[in-house]
């Protein structure tokens, strides 16, 4: 009888080690996010663009592509800046990232194409961004070639931008 019960449980434990290694995520890449991520918005493509904040006052828009390797990225001087960064990624369309800004006190959208080429559109002057007290539109993690996730080294004080695959 204790042979059997012995049986049934490796064979358990052996079924759940296989199911475990075909359904466990992979890490493809990941990203120095600096000090802080503040916003995650998926390409479509397997990459993604994000918010990062340095403790020096400044903030960047970074967009990866799907190997993880460097689009487009800009810098924003939060000096001036009371709260959180005046950036906002608002969403990709087709080969381009939107995101809102404000360039020499101007309120603008960019449009940035797939070779990292800005297009500035002058707004109405008004704020674009998510609903009443959500500063960012929301972050979202995935897409149907896997899932960003924000790893946090504590003692260094960094966080990185990780690409997983969802196999």
């Not at 390409?43 to 967009?63: H, L, M, Y």
């Amino acid at each position: 009888m204790k042979t059997k019960i012995l049986f049934v449980i490796f064979c358990i434990f052996t079924v759940s080690l296989f199911c475990d290694s075909i359904f466990a995520a992979t890490e493809l890449w990941s990203y120095n996010g600096w000090e802080k991520i503040l916003q995650i918005v998926p390409d479509s493509k397997g990459g993604c663009a994000f918010v990062r904040v340095e403790t020096n006052d400044i903030a960047e828009v970074v967009w990866l592509d799907k190997k993880g390797e460097l689009v487009y990225k800009t810098n924003i001087n939060m000096t001036n800046s009371f709260g959180p960064p005046p950036i906002n990624i608002l969403f990709f369309k087709k080969k381009s990232l939107f995101f809102f800004d404000v360039r020499n006190d101007a309120k603008v959208v960019i449009e940035i194409d797939n070779k990292g080429q800005e297009i500035i559109t002058q707004s109405s002057g008004d704020d674009v961004s998510g609903p009443l007290f959500m500063l960012y539109t929301p972050s979202q993690l995935s897409d149907k070639r896997g899932f960003f996730a924000v790893k946090s080294d504590i003692i260094a004080g960094r966080q990185y931008i990780v690409r997983f695959n969802n196999k």
